[in-house]
């Protein structure tokens, strides 16, 4: 495991603490989490872009072309 010394605004820090203090977890943790997700995100996001290159429109249109045409459900509607 690494050390990382980290500054931060107050505010921030403060926000941090609180929060931290609420879920029942060091500030650590809570940190460690917060990057753990942010990390996650963007690998998400760059591995649905990949997939996006990948794709071929008439793929797409076969599989909408099979959903079954039929009124929206009370509240769908545009």
Known sequence: MSALSL???DSIHRHIREIAGKEG???NQFISSAVA???SAIMT????QQ???RAKK???RKIL???PSRKPLHGDEI
Do not use: C
């Not at 996001?45 to 649905?48: D, N, T």
């Open 7 to 9: 500054r931060l605004p």
């Open 25 to 27: 977890v060091s500030i």
């Open 37 to 39: 997700e942010k990390i």
């Open 45 to 48: 996001e760059e591995y649905l």
């Open 51 to 53: 997939r996006a290159k």
């Open 58 to 60: 008439e793929d797409f």
């Open 65 to 67: 072309d099979k959903v």
